[in-house]
C-alpha cells in the first residue's frame, strides 16, 4: 500500500490549459529542427498518442478533436480530473480518445496488455513535482509505452532558474505544513512574511535578487497555478543532465527541443558563451553549461528511443500559415529564455504577404523573392521565430475531418458561457488548438463566431 496522493497537493484543481508544443504536429517540426525524424513516416498515417499525468484531459480532448487519426490515451491518479474529461469527451462524441484512472507505480509494475506502444508520450507538470519513486516509475510506464522510433516529450522546471525562488517554494510549503492551512491562505503568510523580509533588508534579497521579481510575479497569478506549481511535498527543479540520466533507463535519448526559439543556442550567444558551450565534450554537459548561461528555468525536451534512427524528414514541405499577423510597419518581439528579440517588419514582411494569400511550404517561402538571397538556414530561423511568437501556425500535416472539432468547441463555449474555465478552441487545420478569449467563445455561442476560425477549421 502507497500514500494516495505521493505529497502532491491535491486540495485545488489542475488548470483547464492547453500546451502547443505537445501536439503531434509540433512535436514533429521541433524534431526536424533537431534533425530527427518523425515518427510517423507518412503525414497521413495513423497514430497513437499517450499523456502520462493528463490533469482535467482538457487539452488531451482538444488535441483528440483536431486530429481524429490518432489514437489518444490519458492516465491521471485523481478520479474527480478523469471524471471531468471523460464528461467532456462523451460530450462532445469523441471516439479516439479515452481515459484511465491510475497510479504510476501501480501502472509500472502490471503495464496493462491492451495499452500497446505508442507513436507519441508526452509528460506536463510531472517531472518537477513528484517524489523519487513517482520518477522511476514514470520512467519504467515510458520503457512500457515506447518502441524504436517513439518520441517522448517532458517538460519540467530546470536549473539554475529556480535557484532564487527555492526560499520562498521552501518556507511557503513549511507553513502549510505546519499551520494547516491551505490554498491562498498559504500564499496570504508567506507572500506577508516576504514583503516583510524584503521591507527589513533580509541579506538573501542582496545575494538572489532574482527572488524580488518572482515575488512580484506570485502576486499577479491565480491561486489554483500557485498551489500546482509551489505546495507539492517534493517540488524540485532538475539539471537537464539529471532528467536524461534517468530516462536513459527506457532506452531514451536527448532528441531537441520543442521550445522553437532555443533551437538558435548557442549559436545566437555572444562569441565567448558560446565558444565555451561548443568546447564541452559531452552532450550532457553542454546542456547544463548552456542552461547555467541563459538562467534557464523550464525545459521542453524531446526523447528519442532507439538509437537506428532513420534519416531525418526535411522540414521544406511542412506548411505554414497566418495566425496573429502584426500591424504592417510593426516589431514583433520574441520573448525567450536568453532575452528578447526584436523582429523588424521588412525582415517578414514578404512572408506574410505571400501567406496571406495562403498556406505556403517553408520551401515556396524561402523561394520568395528578397528571402532566397538569405539562404535556407536564415529563412528557416525566422520561421521558426515567427512559429515562437504566435505570429505563424503550423499546418497539420494531414487534416482530417473537422466534424469532432465543431462538436467538442460547440460544448467549449456552451460551458464557458456557463462559467467554465475553458479558454481555448480545437483548430483541425492547425492539428492542435488556439486561444478563445472569453468574448470570443461568447460569440461561438451565440452564432457569430470570428471570421477567421472558420479557415482554422474552429467552426
Known sequence: MHDATHGYDTSVA????????????????????????????????????????????????????ANPRGDFIGIDFIPEQIAHAESLAKAAGLTNIRFVQADFLDLAAAWP??????????????????????????????????????????????????LATMP?????????????????????QSIALFDRLRAGGAATFQILPGLKARLDAVKTRSTGYLVQEYLHAHWQPFWHS???????AAGLAYAGTATLAETMLPGILPAPLRDTIAAQADA??????????????????????????????????????????????ATVKVDAAFGEIALQYPAFAGILDALAAGPHSIEQIAALPGLREQGMANVRQLLLLLLHTGTLALEAAAPGDPAAAHRINAVIAQEAAAGAPYRYVAAPALGSAIPASEAALQALSDGTPAAHWRALGVV
Open 113 to 162: 496488455g491492451d495499452f500497446g506502444s505508442f507513436d507519441y508520450v508526452t509528460l506536463h507538470g510531472i517531472y518537477s513535482w513528484v517524489p523519487p519513486k513517482v520518477r522511476a516509475a514514470v520512467v519504467a510506464c515510458v520503457g512500457h509505452a515506447t518502441r524504436a522510433g517513439s518520441l517522448v516529450y517532458v517538460s519540467y522546471n530546470t536549473q539554475p532558474g529556480w
Open 284 to 329: 550532457r554537459l553542454r546542456q547544463d553549461v548552456q542552461d547555467f548561461t541563459i538562467n534557464q528555468s523550464f525545459r521542453r525536451d524531446l526523447f528519442r528511443r532507439g538509437d537506428d534512427a532513420p534519416a531525418p524528414q526535411p522540414l521544406g514541405r511542412l506548411r505554414l500559415c497566418l495566425l496573429s499577423p502584426p500591424a504592417r510597419g
Open 168 to 188: 520562498f517554494q521552501h518556507l511557503s510549503h513549511l507553513i502549510k505544513e505546519t499551520s494547516g492551512k491551505t490554498g491562498g491562505a498559504v500564499f496570504e
Open 14 to 65: 489542475y488548470t483547464h490549459g492547453f500546451y502547443r508544443e505537445m501536439a503531434p504536429d509540433w512535436l514533429d517540426l521541433a524534431a526536424r529542427a533537431a534533425d530527427q525524424p518523425s515518427p510517423r513516416a507518412e503525414p497521413d498515417a495513423p497514430f497513437r498518442y499517450l499523456e502520462l499525468g493528463c490533469g482535467q484531459g482538457f487539452g488531451l480532448c482538444l488535441l483528440a478533436a
Open 242 to 248: 539529471e532528467v536524461a540520466k534517468e530516462l536513459a
